[in-house]
């Protein structure tokens, strides 16, 4: 039945203040407890559940669509759908840990959200601006856990109104859940215009002030995928984005090796032998521009590596440890945007400016092609390439300006997938 997976999902959540690791689900009871009786503390640790909830099945995530995109291979003792189905050899399952694990683990997230918002509307243990903390701050969560399992099944959609477990709502079309998800990020904008946030957040700088910032630079991501040119600039401008900043600045997920904790589960160490690899592709090495630094993001191996007929010759290199952080959103890639809704818009010396700040970081003369929206939107797709390098971009890149075709194929037959199918769990 349709909704089988989300009322799974419906019994969730409930942490101590310092658990991080996988979530478990409970009964209930607890959640009726935490929603009827609740307490600050209780309050504060589902927060704490929700941030944690939105790191697991990240690695199954940026796998999958990496290894879709042809950005990555990913080699793997145990599981040799990464290089079969993943690759294009046969068909897509719908029923398997590629697809049904990072979507049950977002909607978790997202019934956490409403778990969330329950217990605030009875809570006359914290004050309205702090209300509006915890409501605007999990609206923004929500929207992005939404945007992640969007990315994946793209046309196919997704549910977008699964508050009641028992009445859930039906898939909306990729371009009603866009709407849905750009308002939810409104609604999450307006409540935290003005707060107080009064709950533990790890994802970045935690003032009601900068979650805006946060919420606007989400809310820019969304826009060009909608093809908002003036939105995505007006949500750039109430973002952290800065055009002359520090490209790391930004939200991520953490990770430690602290009791409670977990480690960055995709981190893998140069040269490994152990039977797990993630590798660029080839093209990575050979389309670089001479002199780009970038070029650092993929390590020349000592050894090739080869599986199914599949080589690589370089380790991906963008988490050094394994407690590396996993970025959601950096200014990097709001300069990106930047540059995108200018070319977009005909406004050609503001992209070129944008597309120069990242061309003189990374080792390279200042762009002297072609001043055409064309060429432009070449020099764009190229610095999205490398400079967003393994962070869950590239595919839906290249499907949004409807280039999948110019991916690399390296195994005649292999078919590139434009969409993940939607869960066998959720009926149809």
């Not at 559940?49 to 790191?55: D, I, M």
Request: proline residues 5%.
């Amino acid at each position: 039945m349709k909704k089988h997976l989300i009322i799974c999902l419906g019994a969730l959540l409930f942490l101590a203040a310092c658990q991080k690791g996988e979530i478990p689900n409970l009964n209930s009871p607890i959640v009726d407890d935490a929603i009827r009786n609740g307490t600050k503390v209780k309050l504060d640790n589902l927060m704490v559940g929700l941030e944690s909830g939105t790191r697991q099945s990240l690695a199954t995530y940026y796998d999958a669509i990496g290894v879709i995109g042809r950005e990555i291979y990913r080699f793997s003792a145990s599981e040799p759908r990464y290089v079969g189905e993943l690759m294009g050899d046969g068909t897509l399952d719908n029923n398997t840990f590629y697809i049904t694990n990072p979507w049950a683990a977002r909607y978790r997230v997202v019934r956490q959200g409403n778990i969330i918002h329950d217990a605030v509307a009875n809570a006359n243990y914290i004050s309205d601006v702090q209300k509006k903390g915890y409501t605007g701050y999990t609206k923004t969560i929500m929207a992005y856990q939404l945007l992640l399992n969007l990315n994946m099944t793209y046309t196919n959609g997704i549910r977008t109104d699964v508050k009641d477990p028992n009445n859930i709502g039906p898939f909306r079309t990729y371009t009603e859940s866009l709407a849905d998800i750009a308002a939810l990020l409104d609604q999450g904008k307006a409540e935290l215009t003005g707060a107080e946030i009064a709950f533990p957040v790890t994802i970045g700088a935690a003032s009601a002030a900068d979650l805006l910032k946060f919420n606007r630079a989400i809310a820019a991501r969304v826009a060009i995928y909608r093809q908002q040119w003036a939105a995505a600039l007006t949500a750039l401008n109430a973002s952290f984005f800065h055009l002359n900043g520090p490209f790391e600045t930004g939200y991520f997920h953490s990770f430690s090796n602290k009791s409670g904790d977990q480690l960055n589960p995709l981190f893998l160490p140069q040269n490994t032998n152990s039977g797990e690899f993630r590798l660029a592709y080839s093209s990575f090495s050979t389309d670089i521009l001479p002199g780009d630094d970038r070029i650092a993001k993929a390590t020349l191996r000592d050894i090739p590596i080869t599986q199914e007929g599949l080589t690589g010759t370089r380790d991906v290199w963008i988490h050094f440890n394994n407690e590396s952080p996993v970025y959601i959103i950096r200014n990097e890639e709001l300069i990106l945007i930047y540059a995108e809704a200018k070319i977009q818009l005909n406004q050609l010396p503001d992209g070129i400016a944008a597309i120069n700040r990242l061309r003189a970081d990374h080792n390279l003369t200042p762009y002297a092609g072609g001043v055409t929206q064309a060429a432009l939107l070449n020099e764009m797709l190229y610095h999205r390439r490398y400079s967003l390098f393994g962070e869950g971009h590239r595919w839906i890149d290249m499907r949004r300006y409807n280039r999948l075709n110019q991916l690399p194929n390296p195994r005649p037959g292999d078919k590139i997938w434009n969409m993940f199918p939607i869960p066998l769990t959720e009926g149809s």
